[in-house]
């Protein structure tokens, strides 16, 4: 890639906080860096998110170009050797082919099959079978109207066309897992997993406090994560008599109706909410953290919260779903996607025999380390951007 200008396009991009950030910021500083650029080069990163107070946020040997309007966007794809998108946007995707310019698209999600994004049913609250790849439009647009109107759901449908279209056209199409590249059923796409930095291992529980094991759920509070699932299994262990805490981190538009689903079945003190915590502030909150839950109810792609825990050698307890059980594999334990019930027998199962807990940890971290490192994925981006 001797002297190549790469924009890296990412919708959402720091001081935002989300997976497509954090992949995009390792990707920009692993290939801008020393070790990767020592052959002159140079990556541009170009997003729709604005500048956040603290300037020295995104810190990287890269440029960064905030909300360029259409024209700006087209000189700066004109001006870019190959291209990288962070995900199917479609004005770049078109000027990047326009242009004529090779360009590359990673899927983090399923907007490029589905109009929500996500291939998951809202009105039955449910993973999705696949309407609009079956054609079944009808039951896309019933399904987005719970969320926007008529006019708004008619829109994400007709939008998923052309995206689709423009996808195939594609130099390379990239899935984060071979659950999204089946699902996303591209020509041609190809498989490359995120990587998370390396990690020191969490401190390992020997000994379990007398407040019993520590669980922690850490992410988004919406539906689709299936934190309600999580309340329901603890609800079913302080009627077991089960000793333990259950440490929910994280914000979001269903925090208040979790907070008083807790609270109505008399969860407190078991359970405590600690909102959104990142950094060092969230290490420390989960030091003493034995197990982490991941109940999601939709098919997740690849979360890179559950491979920065594995990295750092903590049990993942996982729905059964997409590509997160992909994900852990046989270093884990899983569960029906929301079956309480089944997720307070696991959970039970650890209680009784916290020694489990070391073990499939170590085993966690030798998966992540193998599969999952940022140098592996740094490795397959540079070999696949000089092959397009």
């Known amino acids: 890639m001797a002297g190549m200008k790469l924009l890296l396009y990412s919708h959402f991009f720091a001081p935002s906080i989300g997976g497509v950030e954090t992949f995009s910021m390792h990707l920009a500083r692993g290939l801008a860096s020393e070790n990767h650029a020592a052959n002159g080069t140079s990556v541009t990163v170009v997003t729709q998110t604005a500048e956040g107070n603290e300037k020295d946020a995104v810190g990287g040997p ?5 909300k360029p309007g259409a024209m700006h966007l087209w000189k700066l794809i004109g001006g870019a050797d190959k291209i990288l998108l962070a995900g199917p946007a479609m004005l770049p995707l078109f000027f990047a082919l326009i ?10 999600g ?6 929500n994004g ?4 809202l009105p039955t609250q449910s993973s999705c079978p696949g309407h609009f790849a079956a054609r079944r439009y009808f039951e896309c647009l019933k399904c987005n109207r719970s969320t926007e109107k008529i006019a708004g759901s008619i829109r994400s449908l007709l939008l998923t066309f052309p995206r689709r279209a423009l996808c195939w056209l594609a130099n390379s199409n990239v899935a984060v897992s ?3 590249a089946r699902r996303i059923a591209l020509n041609g796409v190809e498989v490359i997993r995120n990587g998370v930095p390396l990690m020191p291992s969490s401190k390992r529980n020997a000994e379990i406090s007398k407040a019993g094991v ?9 539906t689709e ?6 309340l329901d299994a603890a609800r079913l262990l302080k009627a077991r008599k089960c000793v333990f805490r259950l440490i929910i981190v994280g914000d979001g538009p269903e925090r208040e109706s979790l907070q008083k689903m807790a609270l109505d079945a008399s969860l407190y003190p078991e359970v405590s909410f600690k909102g959104f915590q990142s950094g060092i502030g969230l290490q420390d909150l989960l030091a003493d953290v034995t197990a982490i839950v991941v109940p999601s109810i939709w098919e997740e792609a690849a979360p890179l919260s559950a491979l920065e825990q594995m990295m750092q050698g903590r049990l993942i307890i996982a729905s059964d779903l997409g590509g997160l059980a992909e994900q852990i594999g046989d270093t884990g334990l899983t569960f029906e996607a929301g079956n309480s019930r089944a997720l307070a027998d696991l959970m039970q199962n650890i209680i009784a025999d916290p020694g489990s807990i070391t073990k499939f940890g170590w085993r966690a971290r030798e998966r992540a380390m193998n599969l999952y490192s940022i140098d592996r994925m740094l490795h397959e981006y540079q070999t696949l951007l000089r092959r397009v």
């Open 62 to 66: 890269f440029r960064v170009v905030r």
């Open 99 to 108: 242009r004529r310019k090779p360009v590359v698209v990673t899927h983090h």
């Open 110 to 115: 399923y907007q490029s099959i589905c109009p």
């Open 118 to 121: 996500l291939l998951f049913h």
């Open 178 to 180: 071979d659950h999204v």
């Open 214 to 222: 520590c669980f922690g759920y850490v992410g988004r509070l919406v």
């Open 225 to 230: 994560k299936g934190v309600a699932t999580l």
